[in-house]
């Protein structure tokens, strides 16, 4: 609920159109899903103070989707 609020505010601060809508959504779900492998990534490796690398690469690649990723990684960070 809370990323579909999320959704709509910023598709209305940002003033995407329709067509926008598809690609900031689809770019969110797959940063969402660079998030949560880079979670997974360092859950499996289990190495000590190496969150910070993994945080890291989350979130650029999450941004490097576009708008839509960019959102995500801040959301989710």
Not at 28 to 49: F, H
Request: proline letters at 1%; glycine letters at 12%; charged letters at 20%.
């Amino acid at each position: 609920m809370k990323l579909f609020i999320g959704l709509l505010l910023c598709s209305w601060v940002l003033g995407v159109s329709s067509e926008g809508w598809l690609s900031f959504i689809g770019e969110a779900i797959q940063g969402t899903r660079d998030m949560w492998r880079a979670y997974s990534d360092m859950r499996e490796a289990n190495y000590k103070n190496s969150d910070k690398y993994f945080h890291a690469r989350g979130n650029y690649d999450a941004a490097s989707r576009g708008p839509g990723g960019a959102w995500a990684a801040k959301v989710i960070r």
